[in-house]
């Protein structure tokens, strides 16, 4: 395992743990297709087995407006699978101010992004209207 992928599965494994200990309505953030969605954090790993959504991060920054995750599909989409995701990152040398502005995958160049050994569940709420 890289020295990358030992940072990233710590960083995100830190992220859960962090979000966790804000107790149970901890509520990570993910755009797809700009609409701000929030996460519910279940810690867990799964076998590669079933569909996956592909989930964009850039460990160390963010995307539009400070949210840390991009999603191809939403609940409603007809491929949305529920929460059950695939983690990709950005890859080194790879300039992150060029997402800054991103919401959605079609602002990304998933060539960019390398496919980690993360699966895992995190289901998408939409967000309460203030």
């Known amino acids: 395992m890289g020295l990358k992928t030992v940072v990233v599965v710590a960083l995100?494994?830190?992220t859960c743990a962090a979000a966790?200990?804000?107790g149970p309505n901890a509520r990570p953030q993910s755009w797809a297709g700009c609409e701000r969605f929030d996460g519910v954090v279940t810690p867990n790993s799964l076998p590669?087995?079933?569909?996956?959504?592909p989930l964009y991060m850039m460990p160390g920054h963010t995307f539009k407006d400070g949210?840390?995750?991009i999603s191809a599909f939403k609940p409603g989409d007809?491929?949305?699978n529920g929460g059950r995701w695939h983690l990709f990152v950005l890859k080194e040398?790879?300039?992150a101010s060029k997402?800054?502005?991103a919401c959605r995958v079609e602002d990304l160049d998933v060539n960019d992004f390398q496919?980690?050994?993360k699966y895992f569940t995190c289901p998408l709420l939409p967000r309460a209207r203030n």
């Open 78 to 80: 007809g491929n949305y």
């Open 48 to 53: 590669i087995q079933g569909r996956f959504d």
């Open 93 to 95: 040398g790879v300039d």
């Open 67 to 69: 949210v840390p995750l």
């Open 115 to 117: 496919a980690t050994d």
């Open 20 to 22: 966790l200990s804000q």
């Open 12 to 14: 995100t494994l830190f």
């Open 99 to 101: 997402y800054a502005g």
